[in-house]
């Protein structure tokens, strides 16, 4: 296939840990304050890449963001040397502490949206990262992921990096965990569903967990990318569902190539949504059935979507052009959702030919899934080519970032730890270490 969808996963950073940060999202809450694992975290990261690099998957790595968060915590009024800064943080403001610790970039699935040269009217691949407005541990995380995709996708003439949205309510973006592509083929023009929790205050909204996605940024986002507005829907997310623990529109829905896989209580009007692919891809290729799967409440609850992640499962192609469920193993654990599972892999209706469950569950008791941890990019030959080469995951660079998340990498984290001065130092060489591993140059403001 001379067209791909590669996927770019975020490896998991060195202050990993459960502080319940993010409002909405009910595995984070209820895990906060136990003690965390970060080298199995990294680890279990690394095997799921490592198995899709298998399958024949182009699979590419992303880099985890500096942290604790020296410049940001002296922007906020700590003082002194880093040491110093730590303590005052942890003594006075432990919160603010632990929002400058997250090692929430590890979720590529926000940081950003993309879309493929196919859709844009420049013949390029846009990114556009994700402002992450709505939570401050991941509203610092947008400059520095711009650097990070600018040093993996760095040609001009194949790739166009924009800005991030102004960082206010109105423009809260969290990048492709609220966005799909669907298309007859990678390589052909798609279309592009953008899914929001909020058109505005007026408008049906979430009671008691914020609506993350906003209509407006939706839209500016599609307009910057120079995107075909018939080939873009923009659909509501259950306001209800938000409010249930759908804190991206991934946890309740997955797109691939033609097929659509979404719970029942996804979208506000999922007949439109389904009207809408129907139509946009039988006029790209008529000879290619869309496949839309609605998961009925009845089968699979929104309390056992939301608990298992099925539905933030990756679906992917592999070169044969099978369609793959990637799991977590927490689907094989609820008997609802693995009959579901083993229900669309013998149903010869849809192109779903198998699944693989991985232990994520580092990530999981933190409230994110297989799609969480990684960045889908669709790239055709001459854009694949212009990627920085040493991000690609091939045995040589498994080897080394396990040796690397061995040598540098914790395997009890603790809240109090993160005011101790070792850990940023640790942070610090392991980082260092590893964009002269892939080649990123100097990313971090500690590097700068």
């Known amino acids: 296939m001379s067209t791909v969808e590669a996927n770019f996963d975020g490896l998991v950073g060195p202050t990993h840990n459960y502080a319940g940060l993010a409002l909405g999202n009910l595995a984070s809450a209820r895990n906060a304050e136990q003690p965390s694992n ?116 760095p040609d001009s003439m194949q790739f166009v990096h924009h800005q991030p949205l102004p960082a206010m309510p109105q423009m809260g ?53 120079r995107l075909d507005p018939a080939l873009c829907h923009f659909a509501q997310q259950r306001p209800e569902a938000i409010d249930q623990g759908v804190f991206h529109n991934d946890v309740v829905a997955v797109g691939n190539r033609e097929v659509l896989l979404y719970h029942e209580q996804a979208f506000v009007d999922a007949a439109a949504v389904c009207a809408w692919v129907r139509g946009g891809l039988q006029q790209s290729d008529a000879a290619v059935q869309p496949c839309l799967l609605e998961i009925a409440a009845a089968e699979v609850p929104l309390e056992d979507a939301v608990g298992s992640y099925f539905f933030n499962s990756q679906l992917v192609c592999a070169p044969d052009g099978s369609m793959w469920l990637i799991t977590a193993q927490e689907c094989e654990e609820n008997p609802r959702v693995l009959a579901l599972i083993r229900r669309l892999v013998q149903d010869p209706a849809n192109p779903i030919a198998g699944y693989t469950a991985f232990d994520l569950r580092q990530s999981m008791r933190n409230g994110g899934g297989p799609a969480c941890l990684r960045l889908r990019v669709v790239l055709n030959a001459s854009e694949r080519a212009a990627v920085n080469s040493r991000v690609w995951l091939d045995q040589s660079l498994y080897d080394h970032l396990r040796a690397w998340a061995q040598r540098y990498y914790r395997d009890r984290l603790v809240l109090a730890d993160l005011a101790d001065p070792a850990l940023l130092d640790e942070s610090r060489t392991a980082l260092d270490e590893l964009t002269r591993m892939l080649g990123l140059g100097s990313l971090y403001d500690f590097q700068r």
């Not at 942890?90 to 493929?116: F, H, I, K, Q, Y």
């Not at 569903?193 to 993350?212: C, I, M, Q, T």
């Open 173 to 225: 973006d969290e990048g492709a965990a609220n966005h799909t592509r669907l298309c007859t083929s990678y390589g052909a023009a798609g279309l592009e569903l953008f899914v929001y929790g909020a058109a505005g205050e007026e408008g049906p909204r979430p009671h008691s967990h914020p609506a993350r996605q906003t209509l407006a940024a939706s839209q500016a986002v599609a307009r910057l990318h």
């Open 38 to 153: 970060p080298r199995a975290a990294v680890l279990q990261g690394l095997d799921k890449m490592k198995a899709l690099a298998d399958l024949g998957l182009p699979q590419g790595v992303l880099p985890p963001q500096e942290r604790p968060h020296i410049p940001t915590l002296k922007r906020l009024g700590f003082g002194g040397r880093d040491a110093a800064v730590l303590r005052k943080a942890r003594s006075e403001a432990p919160g603010l502490l632990a929002a400058m610790s997250s090692a929430s970039s590890m979720w590529t699935a926000n940081a950003a949206t993309v879309s493929p040269s196919a859709d844009c009217g420049d013949g390029r691949v846009h990114f556009t990262p994700a402002n992450l407005a709505t939570h401050l541990h991941r509203a610092i995380e947008p400059e520095t992921t711009a650097r990070a995709l600018r040093a993996v996708f």
